[in-house]
């Protein structure tokens, strides 16, 4: 019951761990004579200025940036599992136990002897029952958040930024 959940968790972490993967070599990577090659983002932009003398001069910038440097890249991470497990046990144990008595006497007399009949009888009855009502519930919060990019990933991107 507990270890369930706890399991789901791990195998949610790694399959998050992987689409960090997948995701980066999708959209990140393309590939060139069979090599992988980093997808880069061209942008040019014409800047107007003004010079010293007052004439209009027009600079033009230039920057290459790696498309992985301007996305989000998923990462979830399970920050906290709660688990709470409740049972509720009901058991209930009966036993019954009658008695019953029967008694009865006749008498016959005439002109002869006397004759005297007497009958008994006894009957006991018991029953003994257990009823068990058992009643769970389990309920399991699990609070995910995007991760912070890894340290490692981030220096890459700067370093191919520069």
């Given at each position: 019951?507990?270890?369930g959940?706890?399991?789901?968790?791990?195998?949610?972490?790694?399959?998050?761990?992987?689409?960090?993967?997948?995701?980066?070599?999708?959209?990140?990577f393309?590939e060139?004579?069979?090599?992988?090659?980093?997808?880069m983002?061209?942008?040019?932009?014409t800047k107007?200025?003004?010079?010293?003398?007052?004439?209009?001069?027009?600079?033009?910038s230039?920057?290459?940036v790696?498309?992985?440097?301007?996305?989000?890249?998923?990462?979830?991470?399970?920050?906290?599992?709660?688990?709470?497990f409740n049972v509720?046990?009901?058991?209930?144990?009966?036993?019954?136990?009658?008695?019953?008595?029967?008694?009865?006497?006749?008498?016959?007399?005439?002109?002869?002897?006397?004759?005297?009949?007497?009958?008994?009888?006894?009957?006991?009855?018991?029953?003994?029952?257990?009823?068990?009502?058992?009643?769970?519930?389990?309920?399991?919060?699990?609070?995910a958040?995007?991760?912070?990019?890894?340290?490692?990933?981030?220096?890459?991107?700067?370093?191919?930024?520069?």
């Amino acid at each position: 019951m507990i270890g369930g959940p706890l399991q789901a968790a791990i195998e949610a972490q790694t399959a998050s761990a992987m689409a960090t993967i997948n995701f980066i070599n999708a959209v990140g990577f393309t590939e060139v004579d069979g090599k992988k090659e980093l997808v880069m983002v061209d942008f040019s932009h014409t800047k107007k200025d003004v010079d010293a003398e007052g004439k209009e001069v027009k600079t033009d910038s230039f920057i290459r940036v790696p498309l992985l440097a301007m996305l989000p890249i998923p990462s979830i991470r399970i920050e906290t599992v709660d688990i709470n497990f409740n049972v509720k046990l009901n058991s209930v144990e009966t036993s019954n136990t009658s008695d019953k008595l029967n008694v009865a006497a006749e008498v016959k007399g005439g002109f002869g002897p006397v004759s005297f009949k007497v009958s008994a009888s006894y009957q006991r009855q018991s029953s003994t029952g257990v009823k068990v009502e058992k009643e769970y519930s389990l309920n399991v919060k699990v609070k995910a958040t995007q991760d912070e990019m890894p340290a490692g990933l981030e220096k890459i991107l700067n370093m191919l930024a520069s």
